[in-house]
């Protein structure tokens, strides 16, 4: 889907999906009949390319388009956060297959020598900060099994033994964040924390993206202790409220999130500033 999403306006040939996917073609038509049982996707027989039928999509999307203003909600906290760290920062989130890290959304740093991983890459999980937080969430047995799957290196630095990698993962999980220093982009680092739902279960990694040089013991604990912040206001905005939990303090322009669903009732005469719903714009 997100193959397609992000296709020209003309779609993509099975043989092409194929190969952005790296499926079978067989696996890619099953899915592509799942689509388009669901009158999600159209097909052009003059081309024989796969594309996203607009109008069944724009149906959808004005149906849960109570979904974006948690979206926002999510995108300004992002925001907040580069401007507090002075570097980029990425919400990730596994792929399909459990070996990929994916960009759900980012904040650029506008710091003239920044890092910027890029909007749609999906480097393998162990390679990343936000990734190897996700992965502290699995005990040494099954980390083990899904490290002896394989481990392919981005860069020299890249972990590619399964007992460093649980060496490290436990040392991340003993002290809430992960680190890494030029495993996935050379001359860079991350350090990464875990983003849980409304159960504590940890469902992605939220992380800064700095140059090596940056990764000092003073940066690294101002920046861990504003990433768990951030990943806690995430965990709010996404499944303890939704939409409606989310404000922005007309005092000092800070976006937070608060526990009603609904905004503090306040009397115009007490002082009190007024909070209002977030919404994107």
Known sequence: MQALFLA?????????????LGLHKTTVLRLIRTLQGMNLLRKDERTECYAWEPLTWLTMLNSIKGLVSPVGAVQETLDELAQAAGETVVLGYPDPSGRNMGIAARSVSDKAIRVDPGLHRMPPMHCTAAGKAYLTRFSAADLRGWSEAGLPALTEHTITSPEKLL???????????????????PR??????????????????????????????????????????????????????????????????????????????????????????????
């Not at 500033?273 to 977030?278: D, G, I, N, S, V």
Request: proline share 4%.
């Open 167 to 185: 060496r490290d993962i436990a040392e991340a999980r003993e002290r809430g964040y992960a680190v890494t220093r030029e495993e996935c982009i």
């Open 8 to 20: 020209t306006p003309r779609g993509m040939r099975v043989s092409e999906l194929s190969r952005e």
């Open 188 to 281: 860079t680092a991350g350090i990464g924390v875990p983003v849980r739902d409304d159960a504590g279960t940890i469902v992605g990694g939220l992380q800064v993206c700095v140059p090596a040089e940056a990764l000092t013991q003073r940066n690294t604990s101002r920046w861990v202790e504003l990433l768990t912040d951030s990943g806690k206001r995430i965990t709010q905005v996404l499944y303890a409220g939704g939409a409606g939990d989310f404000y922005r303090d007309d005092a000092n322009g800070r976006a937070r999130a608060a526990v009603r669903r609904e905004p503090d009732r306040q009397d115009d005469q007490s002082g009190t500033l007024e909070r209002r719903p977030y919404r994107l714009v």
